[in-house]
């Protein structure tokens, strides 16, 4: 049987407040690279991958599309197009380009959505969440906690405990049929809502899709603050 294709898009449009930084996040580099060179060399190497849409800030594209996408020699980025000013918006434009660049028999296939400042992503993550997107039309990669969690009220203490054996820390990419995760941004962009954290809520919320939850890696962090970055640095210098 023909696989179906798989496209990634991958959003470098952040800010990165917490860094502290004049450079935004993405562009921060970790031993040589910027940040956002590791997920695109991650999908660029993958068999899985067909294509990538890059999501940046309006002013960034040029700087992305020179000194990122051909300097390194990332064919399979499709295009480079503005992002929206909160994490959602800059993937409803993202899913927009994708549905104007698609096939009808590409459209069938699946839309892999990754936050271009987590740069520990490797094979088997992406291989463990395409086999679960061909049985369950969505699925998210996470882990199970490791903490503890509660659940405080609006005084700050703590209103419930949830059992930590049902807790998982949500990463990406978070992977989706793509007519499937269209349609949900669709109703999300019509509804007006604005209370939406990531693609696997919105599916939720918009969709009668449960989403299934696969195995990431503790290492498949996201680049926020500096002592991410330094963590980053260590991961990498052990290979």
């Known amino acids: 049987m ?13 800010q990165g407040k917490r860094m502290g930084s004049k450079i935004q996040k993405q562009f921060l580099e970790i031993c040589g690279k910027p940040v956002l060179y590791y997920a695109l060399a991650a999908f660029q190497d993958s068999p899985l991958i067909d294509s990538m849409i890059l999501v940046t800030g309006a002013a960034e594209i040029p700087f992305v599309q020179k000194e ?3 300097k390194y020699s990332f064919n399979k980025v499709r295009a480079v197009v503005e992002g929206g000013a909160e994490r959602y918006a800059s993937v409803w434009k993202g899913l927009q380009a994708l549905e104007k660049s698609l096939s009808e028999e590409e459209k069938e ?3 892999f959505i990754h936050d271009g400042v987590r740069p520990f992503i490797h094979e088997e993550i992406l291989s463990r969440a395409f086999d679960a997107v061909k049985k369950y ?4 990669v996470g882990m199970p ?21 049902l807790v998982w820390s949500i ?7 793509f007519r499937l995760a269209y349609q949900a941004y669709a109703e999300l962009e019509k509804s007006g809502r604005s209370d939406v954290t990531d693609d696997a809520m919105i599916v939720e919320a ?19 603050t500096p002592e991410d970055l330094r963590i980053a640095e260590a991961f990498l210098k052990r290979y």
């Open 2 to 14: 023909k696989r179906k294709k798989c496209t990634a898009i991958v959003l470098a449009a952040g």
């Open 109 to 111: 296939g699946y839309v």
């Open 145 to 165: 906690s490791k903490d503890t969690v509660k659940l405080a009220d609006e005084d700050g203490f703590v209103d419930m405990t949830p059992d930590r054996r």
């Open 137 to 140: 039309h969505a699925c998210a």
């Open 206 to 224: 918009f969709t009668d899709t449960k989403v299934r939850l696969v195995e990431g890696s503790y290492e498949n962090i996201k680049i926020t």
């Open 171 to 177: 990463q990406t990419p978070q992977v989706f049929d």
């Open 68 to 70: 990122i996408a051909e």
